[in-house]
């Protein structure tokens, strides 16, 4: 079975979140399995100049973006065991960051344009085109529209996965004729039309053959008008080819024993040493030094998704507990502004890190007790496998993924490894987040049994690319 991945980003080459880290894991996974897995995404200019040096190109193409013959060069690097490929276009790709720009529209066409006029160039022919996000959205549309009788195309099966229903891809309805050849048939409500506009993410739910979504309590959130993002009746109708699978992590990548960017390096057995990278973090971030007072980070984006917002809301009550907090993420400025104020009115017990540093966050993992993670809503969410992996004890919400990879410590059975609660309340968030420093202040026993049960967890990818597998499998028969 060869299975070709088309996605915006993957880790090692370029990441700006949880979907990088998926296309860098789940391929590996799959080949575990005896999937012959190769990867498709764009060349851009921030990729580590170790990995550019090393491309060579396969060939060049001309795509064709409305009246537009722009060049398309195909580069290729074997990284792992999986073959990359890279498309390249400067007036697209070649500058700094991956999105945000006002032609992403113009950028992500030629995206998907480009992605299905390789795969003739490709080594192997793909039977699965697996299709993420945005970004890749308009593939099975094309598809459909411009190759349905195309005999290397016709036998394609096409998988869908969202990663994050609100990040749509919504742009003019000019954009259809102008830049992606599609015709009115394509513009209306069974198609991409979304309240006047273009949908990418609409075109790819509506003309995949399969929709998947990255936990199953996000595939059931979804259907409903709260969370649906106004796709909702998109998920209900297709419901018989829908699933959610559970994002898994990379634990040879997670790992503490391991982890080299650790100054300790410590397992489930041996949690002394992950107090001796607690006093290391205090050292350097300048926090009070004592082993017997509990770390509570958050490492997260600064957006409104993210529960920043019921965090501020008590964080005077969570600093009156023997606590310290440390933040590390960048986002909307009103957040980055707060978080500077709480470091001035707390000295010493407050740390606030607005940058993104993927060493210092392992080290963060690492010398924390409890993780915070309070989002209006999650899809999936790795952070919280990270820590659960490194021993942080998770504080959530019972949300999307959230909800199906953290269980709340039952103090009756003894059940559980972190803790939640369920609805979107600042002063519910406040009460478990006190439950849990009550259970570390006072029941040290238990405390250090949940931090082993955590860190012994298996969220590895093998149980989620099985179930991969098995929905490639069943497409094919």
Not at 383 to 391: C, F, V
Not at 442 to 460: C, F, G, I, N, P
Request: charged share 25%; net charge negative; glycine share 8%.
């Amino acid at each position: 079975m060869n299975v070709l991945f088309a996605a915006s980003e993957g880790h090692p080459f370029i990441k700006t979140g949880g979907l990088g880290d998926v296309i860098g894991a789940l391929p590996k996974a799959l080949k575990n399995q005896g999937v012959n897995v190769s990867v498709i995404l764009p060349k851009y200019e921030d990729m580590n100049e170790t990995f550019k040096s090393q491309l060579k190109l396969k060939d060049t193409i001309t795509v064709s973006v409305g009246w537009r013959h722009k060049y398309c060069g195909i580069e290729m690097l074997k990284y792992d065991g999986i073959t990359y490929y890279f498309v390249d276009n400067e007036y697209y790709f070649k500058r700094s960051g991956s999105y945000g720009y006002a032609d992403d529209g113009e950028r992500f066409s030629f995206f998907c344009k480009a992605v299905l006029e390789a795969i003739p160039y490709l080594e192997e022919q793909p039977d699965i085109l697996h299709c993420h996000d945005w970004q890749t959205g308009m593939i099975p549309v094309l598809k459909k529209a411009h190759y349905r009788n195309h005999p290397t195309y016709e036998s394609i099966k096409v998988v869908y996965t969202i990663h994050n229903l609100r990040y749509q891809g919504i742009f003019p309805k000019s954009i259809l004729h102008d830049l992606l050849d599609l015709s009115e048939l394509h513009f209306n409500n069974e198609g991409v039309e979304f309240h006047g506009n273009v949908s990418f993410m609409k075109g790819g739910l509506v003309y995949s053959d399969y929709i998947s979504t990255v936990s199953p309590s996000y595939a059931d959130e979804i259907k409903l008008p709260y969370f649906g993002e106004y796709l909702d009746g998109i998920m209900r109708k297709r419901e018989q080819d829908f699933v959610g699978i559970i994002n898994g992590i990379d634990t040879e990548l997670y790992n503490p024993k391991t982890d080299q960017s650790l100054p300790f390096r410590y397992q489930s057995t041996n949690q002394l040493l992950k107090e001796k990278n607690k006093t290391d973090l205090q050292k350097k971030v300048g926090l009070q030094v004592g082993e017997g007072i509990p770390v509570l980070s958050m490492i997260t984006r600064l957006v409104e998704q993210k529960g920043i917002d019921l965090f501020f809301r008590v964080l005077p009550e969570i600093m009156e507990e023997n606590v310290q907090v440390v933040v590390l993420g960048t986002g909307e400025e009103q957040y980055e502004h707060m978080l500077r104020e709480a470091e001035a009115r707390y000295p010493g017990r407050f740390s606030a890190h607005i940058y993104f540093d993927d060493g210092f966050a392992r080290q963060l993992y690492a010398a924390s007790d409890l993780f915070l993670m309070p989002s209006q809503f999650e899809p999936c969410g790795l952070s919280q496998l990270i820590a659960l992996r490194y021993g942080s004890l998770p504080v959530v919400r019972e949300t999307g993924g959230l909800k199906d990879t953290v269980i709340p410590f039952n103090k009756y059975t003894g059940e559980g490894h972190g803790f939640s609660f369920a609805n979107y309340n600042a002063h519910e968030m406040l009460d478990t987040i006190k439950l849990a420093l009550n259970l570390y202040h006072h029941d040290e026993k238990t405390w250090h049994k949940l931090v082993a049960r955590a860190m012994q967890l298996d969220y590895s990818w093998e149980a989620s690319s099985e179930k991969y597998l098995d929905l490639y499998e069943n497409l094919l028969k």
